[in-house]
């Protein structure tokens, strides 16, 4: 009785196991149709039956991960649904030691990781794939993955790479099985990503060539069509053929069903028909064309297509001149710009830079222009580096070598040896003078742009200079003549308002004073305007023999009035020194003037100034017994980044900056106790 128990719970078993394996046949083949028909909601469905009947079978798992990835990644791009289920399937596939399912994960990863701005699983990603062509031999993978490395290298703006690793890829492809619909496809993918590299350097009748090549492999997918349709559109849009334009733009709609809304595509050429009526002044008609763009990009969840939607929005808005809303748009579009796409991002900061320009805010216009001037060198840099012509020769040169391999067996028929040798040196002579004037041309263009960068780093140098001395000749005037005038308008309103305050002693004494303040002021009107002239005449010092108690002197003079505090000089050694006499008077009054200023609350106040050498080294020498002060507040004599009010004075950063001109040293010695003195080292 036993035995015939468990005969018929093994009979139940396999054919439990055998209508199992029955129904995941069967699913996996319903997987490939739907995928095949492109009803990606349906797949997703099916491949979660698939997915539930797996258990631990890793091959199925790779295979039902992959189909769900894929539904979720083509129903309206939900890329981030698709991505784990994409990792899934590669997961499973490595584990089965299955490299062509293996092959078909990671290709979309590498898509779907740059659509959804993980650049660094990305950088991972390629790593890896580059490993992986090394090693294997797999015609199906090196199809794939050359197709995907050059993607890769066009998402970055390389195109020399890009091109390079297309063909390749086409070439493997083009062995791939016949009956193989898909691949089919993505032939014509490959060649239209060849005619969009052409597209973006403007070269549209190669555009249009490289589409057209494309078309005949893609007439089995509405998706891939929508896509070219768009290539078509840009070309047009170059060549300035508004009915081709309009004619592809209604292609595309055609396409359109319930089961794929294509947004992505029905934005592009949205976007492209704006782009083309801005370029045209048509505000009307391209701001009914960027809205429709900006409606079908949100909807189809693509940051890219929604980015580049935002950039014409943004040059629409401000054509229009409305800056403000021009800057919200161009500032959302700018997030991941620069990964997604170096033109657009280009673009961007350049419309930033001009909106804030319009607006006032200079600040920022300057920032965002800086950021425009870096990113446009880089990617002119990059287009320099690029030959187009040596991909393409690659591609065509198997029919290049039997036409001259035919040529060759011919003329051996036709033509006598002598001949063949004359003409062979012949072509070998033109060839050389070919290459010899592409060599020279490429030399003297090399050394004009040499030569040309040289003169704008000179420009931009001698600019800097500029603005450095203009500011500081500002900032030497607040200081040097703010203080005499307030002296001068203070003692008058005395005068005016309260002159019963006065009696006739004080008031001769003030006059006096007044007098020789405003002497002074003109003193130091002329040091300065004699300064600023020779600035003005080629911004560098002018080191001349002076002595030292022609500057101590000049310095008591222009601090006369300050009769409350005991200031002496002292040069026993009746020092003279070489230096830019104009800047160390101004670095010795504004020395002084912090020394004045830092004593207001000290009792029996007191500055000494001293000269004397020191291991061949002129020193000078100020020290005030004020109430000294902390190595946080002397911090601008040293340090370039750090910037000090001038309202009351020159500022320790002018200090500094004029010291370093005429390559003085500056020292502090602070302290509570002891005051402050600074030295000047020469």
């Known amino acids: 009785m036993r035995k015939i128990i468990a005969i018929l719970l093994l009979t139940s078993l396999l054919g439990f196991g055998q209508n199992r394996n029955k129904e995941i046949i069967r699913l996996l083949e319903e997987c490939e149709t739907i995928k095949k028909n492109e009803n990606y909601r349906q797949l997703i469905s099916v491949a979660n039956k698939g997915l539930s009947l797996s258990k631990e079978d890793t091959y199925l798992l790779s295979r039902f991960s992959f189909y769900k990835a894929y539904g979720y990644e083509y129903d309206n791009n939900q890329y981030e649904k698709a991505t784990p289920y994409f990792e899934a399937s590669w997961r499973f596939a490595k584990k089965n030691k299955n490299l062509k399912e293996e092959t078909l994960a990671i290709m979309r990863l590498s898509y779907l990781y740059y659509s959804t701005k993980q650049f660094q699983k990305r950088e991972e990603l390629i790593k890896y794939i580059k490993e992986v062509l090394d090693t294997t031999k797999s015609i199906y993978t090196q199809g794939i993955l050359n197709g995907s490395l050059g993607e890769y290298h066009l998402d970055k703006s390389e195109i020399e790479p890009f091109i390079g690793y297309k063909l390749k890829a086409i070439e493997y492809r083009k062995k791939f099985p016949k009956e193989d619909a898909s691949n089919i496809v993505n032939i014509g993918i490959s060649y239209s990503q060849i005619g969009q590299a052409y597209i973006k350097m403007k070269q549209f009748d190669k555009g249009i060539e490289y589409s057209n090549y494309a078309k005949p492999y893609m007439e089995g997918s509405s998706n891939s069509l929508a896509f070219l349709y768009n290539d078509y559109i840009k070309c047009y849009t170059g060549k300035n053929n508004l009915d081709s334009i309009t004619k592809y733009y209604k292609e595309v709609y055609k396409l359109v069903s319930k089961e794929d809304s294509l947004h992505i595509s029905v934005s592009s050429a949205n976007r492209y028909m704006a782009e083309y009526f801005i370029a045209k002044d048509d505000i009307s008609k391209a701001s009914f064309f960027a809205k429709k763009a900006i409606r079908f990009a949100e909807k189809s969840n693509d940051e890219e297509i929604l980015m580049e939607a935002r950039v014409s929005q943004g040059k629409l808005l401000y054509r229009q001149k409305q800056f403000n809303a021009a800057i919200e748009v161009l500032k959302q579009a700018s997030t991941h710009a620069y990964e997604f796409d170096k033109n657009s991002f280009i673009v961007i900061n350049q419309l930033l830079s001009e909106s804030y320009a319009k607006i006032g805010d200079w600040k ?15 990617v002119l840099s990059e287009s320099a580096k690029q030959s187009i012509a040596n991909a393409e020769a690659k591609f065509q040169n198997r029919n290049k070598q039997e036409k001259i391999n035919l040529l060759s067996a011919e003329n051996k028929v036709k033509n006598l040896q002598i001949e063949n040798t004359r003409k062979t040196q012949i072509y070998l002579g033109i060839a050389f003078l070919f290459l010899l004037t592409i060599v020279t041309l490429l030399y003297r263009q090399n050394v004009n742009r040499k030569k040309t960068n040289k003169k704008l780093e000179k420009l931009n140098t001698e600019l800097d200079l500029a603005n450095k001395t203009k500011a500081r000749f500002f900032s030497i005037i607040n200081h040097d003549l703010r203080g005499p005038v307030a002296n001068l308008i203070s003692f008058l309103h005395l005068q005016e308002n309260h002159p019963e305050l006065l009696d006739e002693e004080s008031e001769k004494r003030l006059k006096q004073k007044t007098t020789e303040g405003a002497e002074n002021l003109l003193s130091s009107m002329e040091d300065l305007l004699l300064w600023s002239k020779s600035q003005i005449e080629n911004f560098e010092p002018q080191p001349k ?25 002292e040069n026993t050694q009746n020092i003279e020194l070489y230096a830019d006499e104009n800047y160390l ?48 507040q002397f911090k601008a004599l040293y340090d370039e980044t750090t910037i000090t009010g001038i309202s009351s004075g020159l500022g320790l950063h002018l200090i500094r900056d004029l010291a370093k001109i005429i390559k003085a040293e500056i020292t502090v010695k602070t302290s509570n106790d002891f005051g402050t003195t600074i030295h000047i080292i020469l």
């Open 545 to 569: 023999k002076i002595t030292v108690d022609s500057l101590f002197s000049d310095t008591a003079n222009h601090f006369s009035n300050f009769e409350n505090i005991s200031i002496t000089y």
């Open 364 to 378: 920022q216009a300057f920032y965002y222009q800086s950021i425009y001037t870096k990113a446009n060198e880089k």
């Open 585 to 632: 008077k101004t670095i010795i009054r504004n020395l002084t003037g912090n020394a004045i200023k830092a004593l207001e609350k000290t009792e029996n106040p007191k500055i000494e100034w001293k000269a004397y050498t020191k291991d061949n080294k002129v020193i000078l020498s100020i020290h005030d017994n004020g109430p000294g002060g902390t190595k946080e």
